[in-house]
Structures are given as structure tokens and as C-alpha cells.
């Protein structure tokens, strides 16, 4: 440990002192940090070439391997390598990436993608067709949980040219066009992939995207570091020398790194929650909210209903009532959240909040485990059970504990497992839990980011992020599926309300928090959130000032 604290503050000191200036270091809290420089002013001005963009990573992740890790760290690193066909505005409508343009057919059932033809791995291969059908056809459905759910409504692709890509689908599917973010579908080499078992192919040690940035290192537990793609498909593309990932464990240790501009930004849950408030009057740093609304961040914990007395849905309910929402919200995330009512996001089309509530009232929820019989033994306890933690950050670890409390005060006595993070998510996908925290997105539209964590069909155990609760209703399979198929949007609503009403009964997860999450940028950095993907967008357009 001594070691990697020793490389991360060597190259806190010399990355920082070469890309911005700063002056020599000095003791802070017994720690060797570095001061930056007052923020520039801003002014109009033209994109600045060089200069290395530090970036905050925590928890570190298994793997960068986009396809194989979906974690929300691993898209913040991994989409600067990698690349997606499209990407999405503000306003969620698509936008060219990969492909510079496309056409849907009138009924809805083919979708035409005409791909940059200058294109490149990293390691100098052309990219073509043949490996978007490579992808979206093989190994995505293989490890993937969203593309899984995705390319299943593809009846054929054909490539009529080595750029261009034509899916047939098996029946009208919608939120198709949603389905093309670079964390959703991250284009992989045919050429390196294809035949190989995609989890322990040795290229995983050296991920090969056709991105702005090519992995250059990674020191464990330390530093991720890449490098600018002279080779990138837009032309003039990127602006910055390169992006280094730094891995900063220590919450305290964060925020010293972000005021004294060690740091360049801090996404989602880097920084505390209760810090936010500080950081936003200092001059030399900017807090963004934009850039998460494609994804749309619901968190909730989520019950493994295969296990009792979690397959009554009655335990469910009483978790629900267990838990105080708005204290979760108000004392805990510092009002960066709001209380969902089920499982489409507020923000998220089709939403309807007309469903069963479940206000905080212990009285309710231990008349309902009376009901199950679960009555409380000489120790106050009616059952036990695991909960798996949320290393994330110590907000998210307070919010454990606070859930091992609520559930304490009504007969439920909780044991938190000892595990990190990469840990928990391997258990999550292994269905290895009693309890769990999940946060998943939309990434704009139901039937790709909402239907995956409900419908039998995508229960799949080693895959996290599919339905993992293993929930299973086939009146809610058949209106996921009837809704993601319709073209009348009319339709689609209504059937989107059925399900959310049939879902807020049964309680498969235990609803907790619309994350309304907070990028700290230094103001030193230009165009970083660019897109309604934020941080885990290419930043092939950031850029630093003198």
C-alpha cells in the first residue's frame, strides 16, 4: 500500500506541475499536495491544443473492458477509449459518432447506419462493418446486460459495404435509436474478439477502442493514464495531450485534490454530498448538473425475491415503509436526489406517477410482517439477513447504515457483508445476496435502460445489471415487451402506466433516490459536458487553458 500511495503522489506532484503550472508542493493535513493557480477568466476563446486532464476514479474498476464492465467508474474511463455509433443531446435526441449519419424505414424496421470510413483501432486496423455486426450480434449479447435486451429485437444486419451497417428488426422497436451510447453498444474488434473467450482474452489487459484516447497504463490502485489518438476519426480531434484516471480512496483526500487543482473533476459520487455546498463558492471550481439526462440515475436496494422471505411481496412492502425516503434525500445526499415512486424515472418519458406510495410508517410495515408471521423472537428479531455494502463513497456507506438501523427498528436484523466494490457487483451479478444497493439508468427510453432489471427473460446470473432481483411476472413481461414494440406513443404510455402500477405493487426493489448527481469541474477546463451523456462522454472536445 505504501507503494501506490507513493506513485500516486508522485504523480500528483509532476502531471499537475507539468500540465498547469503549479507551484511546489506543501503539507496539508500531513499529506504532500500541490497549490493550483486561481482560475482563469472566462473569455471567448479558441480551443488550446496540450495540457493533460486529470480526472478522479473511484472505486477503481475490474476491468476497462467497456463491454465486460458497465459500472458507472468504468464509463467514465472506458468511454474515452472506446466508441459508440451515436451519442445524444441534452434534449436526448442522437446525434453522429461513429456513424456520420443514419435513416430508419417508415414501419420502423430497419435502421441504416453509414459509418465514418476513416475510422481506426488502435492498434491500426481498419474499422468496418463487419465489426459493428461482430458487436451487436456476438459479443454483446454475450456479456452485455442493456445490448442483451437490445440486439434481441434484431431478426438480421447485413453490411452492404465495409460502411454500412443495415439492422432488420423482428418487429417495430422504438427505443432502438437510444440504443447506440458508447456504454451501450461500445463498438469491439472483430479482429481480436471473435472466437476467443471474451472474458479472459489476454487484450483485456490492453483494451483496443477506436476512441480519442489510447490506454497507456495502469498502475493498480494507483493511476489509469492514456494518451491523445493521433489516429482519431475526427479530424483535428482531441484537443488534450492525454487523460489520467487517478484512483484517490480517501474522501478527504479527494477534496484536497479538487480545491488545490491536483484534480480536474470529480463526477457522481466522488465528492460527499455534504462537501457540495463549500465547493460551489470557490472561485476556481464549477459545479455542473448537466450531462446526466440520458442516464436518468435511479438507485434502489434491491431484494433477491428467489429468496424468503423476500418472494413475498408483502416483506417487500415492508421494507418500503421501513425506510425514510425524505431523511435518505434531506440528511444523508443533501438534497442532490428525489424520492421516485417507481421504476421510471421522473425525468424519463412514459413516467407516471399515479402508483401505490409507500410514505415512511413502521406501523404499516410491521403489520405486514406480522401478517407473514415473521413475529419477533426473545432478541426483538424476525428474521436476518445480508446486505451487501456500497463501498463508494462514505455517503453511500452512511446510507448503509442507516438502512441496517431503519430495518433494525422493525424486526429485520442486518448483517453488512465485508466486501469491495468490485466484489459486491460480481456477487450482485452472481445472485449471491440477500440485499443489495443498485443504481441503474434509462439512457432515454424504458425499453432500454427500464425493461432489463423486470423482465424474465434477462435474468441472466453472472451478468450484473440484468435482472439480478429475479423478478418475474409474465403480465409485466408481456406489456415491457408490447410497449417497446409500439410505434403509437399513445399506446405505449398507457401500457407503460400499467406496468409501473403493477411493479409499484409488487415491489421487486425497494425504490430509493432519483440521483440528481453534481460534476465539479475545474475552471480551467472547457467544453467537458458537452452531451446529455456528461462524464462518460469521448471528451474529444475538452480542452484546457493556458
Not at 450484473?464 to 410497449?483: E, G, H, I, K, W
Request: proline fraction near 6%; charged fraction near 20%; glycine fraction near 6%.
Amino acid at each position: 500500500m505504501a507503494d501506490k500511495l507513493f506513485d500516486r503522489r508522485d504523480f500528483l506532484s509532476g502531471a499537475v506541475t507539468a500540465a498547469t503550472s503549479l507551484a511546489s508542493p506543501r503539507l496539508i493535513g500531513g499529506a504532500a499536495t500541490v497549490l493550483g493557480l486561481a482560475a482563469s477568466p472566462a473569455r471567448a476563446e479558441e480551443p488550446r491544443r496540450g495540457g493533460v486532464m486529470n480526472i478522479i476514479l473511484q472505486p477503481e474498476p475490474a476491468t476497462l473492458v467497456l463491454a465486460l464492465n458497465i459500472t458507472s467508474q468504468n464509463q467514465l474511463v472506458a468511454s474515452k477509449i472506446y466508441s459508440g455509433l451515436l451519442t445524444y443531446g441534452f434534449d436526448l435526441k442522437p446525434l453522429p459518432n461513429l456513424a456520420t449519419s443514419w435513416e430508419i424505414s417508415p414501419d420502423g424496421l430497419s435502421y441504416t447506419f453509414h459509418l465514418a470510413k476513416n475510422a481506426k483501432w488502435h492498434d491500426g486496423k481498419p474499422f468496418t462493418a463487419d465489426d459493428v455486426i461482430f458487436t451487436t450480434r456476438e459479443m454483446l449479447p454475450e456479456v452485455h446486460a442493456r445490448a442483451r435486451v437490445n440486439f434481441s429485437q434484431v431478426a438480421s444486419a447485413e453490411a452492404p459495404d465495409p460502411h454500412t451497417v443495415i439492422f432488420h428488426l423482428k418487429t417495430p422497436y422504438p427505443g432502438f435509436i437510444c440504443a447506440f451510447e458508447t456504454s451501450s453498444a461500445p463498438m469491439m474488434p472483430k479482429h481480436i474478439y471473435a472466437g476467443t473467450d471474451y472474458r479472459n482474452n489476454p487484450a483485456n489487459e490492453h483494451p483496443i477502442g477506436t476512441g480519442p484516447f489510447r490506454f497507456k497504463e495502469w498502475q493498480r490502485g494507483s493511476i489509469v493514464r492514456m494518451e491523445r489518438n493521433p489516429d482519431y476519426f475526427k479530424p483535428g480531434l482531441p484537443y488534450l495531450d492525454g487523460i489520467n484516471f487517478v484512483v484517490i480512496p480517501d474522501g478527504a483526500q479527494r477534496l484536497i485534490a479538487l480545491e488545490t487543482g491536483q484534480v480536474h473533476l470529480a463526477s457522481s459520487s466522488d465528492i460527499e454530498f455534504n462537501d457540495l455546498a463549500r465547493l460551489r463558492e470557490l472561485p476556481n471550481i464549477q459545479l455542473e448538473t448537466r450531462g446526466y439526462e440520458f442516464l436518468a440515475p435511479l438507485s434502489w436496494l434491491e431484494m433477491n425475491n428467489t429468496r424468503k422471505p423476500m418472494d413475498d411481496k408483502r416483506f417487500r412492502q415492508a421494507v418500503m415503509y421501513a425506510l425514510d425516503r425524505d431523511f435518505i434525500r434531506d440528511k444523508i445526499f443533501y438534497g442532490f436526489a428525489r424520492v421516485p415512486t417507481g421504476p421510471i424515472h421522473s425525468a424519463v418519458s412514459f413516467y407516471d406517477g399515479n402508483v401505490k406510495r409507500y410514505p415512511f410508517d413502521r406501523k404499516k410495515s410491521e403489520a405486514l410482517l406480522d401478517e407473514m408471521g415473521l413475529k419477533r423472537g426473545a432478541d426483538g428479531m424476525r428474521v436476518k439477513l445480508e446486505l451487501n455494502p456500497a463501498p463508494i463513497s462514505q455517503t453511500w456507506m452512511r446510507l448503509v447504515q442507516y438502512t441496517k438501523q431503519a430495518l433494525r427498528q422493525v424486526g429485520i436484523d442486518v448483517t453488512i457483508r465485508n466486501m469491495d466494490q468490485a466484489s459486491s457487483v460480481a456477487s450482485m451479478g452472481n445472485h449471491d445476496f440477500d440485499m443489495c444497493f443498485v443504481t441503474n439508468t434509462a439512457f432515454g427510453d424504458p425499453a432500454v435502460g427500464v425493461a432489463r432489471s423486470y423482465i424474465t427473460s434477462n435474468i441472466r446470473k453472472g451478468v450484473p445489471f440484468t435482472n439480478t432481483c429475479q423478478y418475474s411476472n409474465p403480465r409485466v413481461d408481456q406489456l415491457f415487451d408490447a410497449a417497446a414494440k409500439s410505434n403509437d406513443r399513445n399506446e405505449r404510455q398507457r401500457l407503460y402506466t400499467e406496468v409501473q402500477q403493477i411493479l409499484a405493487e409488487d415491489v421487486p426493489v425497494a425504490w430509493l433516490l432519483e440521483m440528481e448527481y453534481a460534476s465539479s469541474l475545474n475552471r480551467q477546463m472547457r467544453d467537458v459536458i458537452t452531451t446529455g451523456v456528461g462524464v462518460s462522454e469521448s471528451f474529444d472536445r475538452a480542452w484546457m487553458t493556458a
